[in-house]
């Protein structure tokens, strides 16, 4: 096993009320696979050694997070018509005051949208800017 040199984000667990219809949710939106169970969680693979692990809670209430993922300029569009063909409405802000609009910060494209449990999914072709 090769060993690790920094500190990386490996997997993070997302509650989900239906841990197949938010990891599908999110995988068709994005235009990945779901992955296979692994004990209780379901992972979607983001492709640069993450996943999200979705775990069902239904004991309680889902409390919204925030997920932001870094897409290629070439597949952002692809993104916004599967969102529009599934009746998501995305905004421009992270408020969602302003729908079926995209954002143009940092040089490149954004947009916000809620998964089925209501966690705040952003998709950005830019990451932010650091000072």
Known sequence: MPSVTTVQLNHTAVYASDRQASAAFLAGVLGLPV????????PVD????VTLDYYEKRDEPIQSQHYAFLVPDERFEAVIARLEAAAVTYYADPGHTVPDRTNDWFGGR???FEDPDGHNMEIMTRPYVRP
């Open 46 to 49: 983001l492709g640069n050694g």
């Open 35 to 42: 992955g296979a169970p692994f004990g209780p969680f379901l």
């Open 110 to 112: 954004g947009a916000y």
